[in-house]
């Protein structure tokens, strides 16, 4: 439930009601806006006379939230969230760019990825040091050396970094590398790595399950939220449907359907979704059109060698057009490419 205060209501008045929430076993979670606070409510929602909260000096109204996610639905927390990776921050006034590639195959290839995708006006350099692949005997990623990669990455070019993790080894090691960790779509519903990433602190990107409804996503979120860590940021990557003429079917309706329902920022990954480079740029400008606070785009200095998901990487100079092209987009959605 949330418990709405009245327009200027004192902070004394909302300490009152939090505080004969919390004496009751339950959390709070205040949401404070110019104008209104919101008194976020966690717990068994029995234990509470609302008809008394009701009579409270300053208390406006008690509404219920019926869906089973609340920390991280937009009715609990109004405003958008912004995370902060880095020195960038994703939110709604920016479109964050992460580009790079799949795996971290090398340094000197990712130092001349980064280098690329930097120039050409990406914040965030994605590379993957474990990966989680469909057969045992594809490359499964350097670990904790590709991590090592990632933070030379970011000395050189002041780029921020991020890394998806697979185990509770993982987070540890990646905390002394990257920003930002990154939750793929076959661990979305593993629990205890939620719960990991979430006790963490860490910037945490979620990306959507492969057959995942939009609730389960969200409620996937709040196993993050519920450790104490409000920085997380939605990805879409499409999901798996009938279709076979792409690797996935992107979901662009995911991107508003969000902005709805939560506070969380979303990004969408059109590399992942379709699997074929040439379709990359027309759904990034896609998501971008449709709200999307950024994008996640797989960039490779060789595609046709790539160890990892080469057909879906683009090359320099398709990224460097990429990023040109989506230029009025960006003006059209009122947001700024931050450098």
């Known amino acids: 439930m949330i418990i709405v205060m009245k327009p200027g209501a004192p902070q004394s008045a909302v300490q009152s009601v939090a505080g004969v929430v919390r004496d009751k076993g ?34 406006d ?10 920390l991280s639905n937009r009715k609990f927390h109004p405003q ?30 990712l130092m001349t990825i980064a280098r690329a995708v930097k120039k050409s006006g990406a914040q965030i350099v994605r590379g993957g040091a474990y990966k989680p692949r469909t057969s045992p005997y594809s490359f499964q990623g350097l670990e904790e050396e590709g991590l090592r990669y990632m933070a030379e990455a970011k000395k050189e070019t002041g ?43 860490m910037p945490v990107l979620l990306k959507r399950g492969l057959a995942a409804t939009i609730d389960e996503w969200l409620n996937a979120a709040e196993y993050i939220i519920a450790e104490g860590n409000p920085n997380v940021v939605l990805c879409e990557r499409g999901i798996r449907t009938y279709e076979t003429a792409t ?40 998501g971008v059109a449709c709200g999307a606070d950024g994008l996640m785009i797989e960039v490779h200095n060789d595609p ?17 057009t990429l990023m040109s092209d989506l230029a009025p987009y960006i003006q059209l959605a009122e947001r700024k490419l931050t450098l």
Not at 85 to 103: F, K, Q, R, S, Y
């Open 304 to 320: 046709a060698h790539a160890l990892s998901d080469g057909p879906q990487s683009l090359t320099f100079e398709q990224f460097g």
């Open 26 to 59: 339950l959390e709070t979670h205040l949401s404070q806006g110019e104008q209104v606070t919101i008194i976020g409510v966690v717990g068994d929602k029995t234990r509470l006379n609302s008809q008394q909260l009701q009579a409270m000096p300053y208390v």
């Open 247 to 286: 690797r996935n079917t992107l979901d662009l309706s995911a991107v508003p359907v969000i902005r709805e329902k939560s506070h969380l920022p979303i990004i969408v990954d059109p590399s992942h979704a379709t699997g074929v480079a040439a379709y990359v740029p027309p759904l990034a400008k896609a």
């Open 80 to 109: 958008p969230t912004r995370v902060k990776v880095g020195n960038h921050e994703i939110g709604p006034d920016t479109l964050t760019i992460m580009a790079g590639p799949c795996a971290v195959e090398t340094e000197e290839q």
């Open 159 to 201: 780029l921020a970094t991020i890394c998806e993790v697979i185990s509770e080894a993982a987070i540890e090691a990646a905390a002394k590398y990257v920003d930002m960790i990154q939750i793929g779509a076959r661990n979305m519903q593993n629990f205890q790595l939620l719960r990991e990433a979430g006790r963490s602190k």
């Open 61 to 70: 109204r008690i509404v219920p939230i019926t869906e089973s996610y609340k």
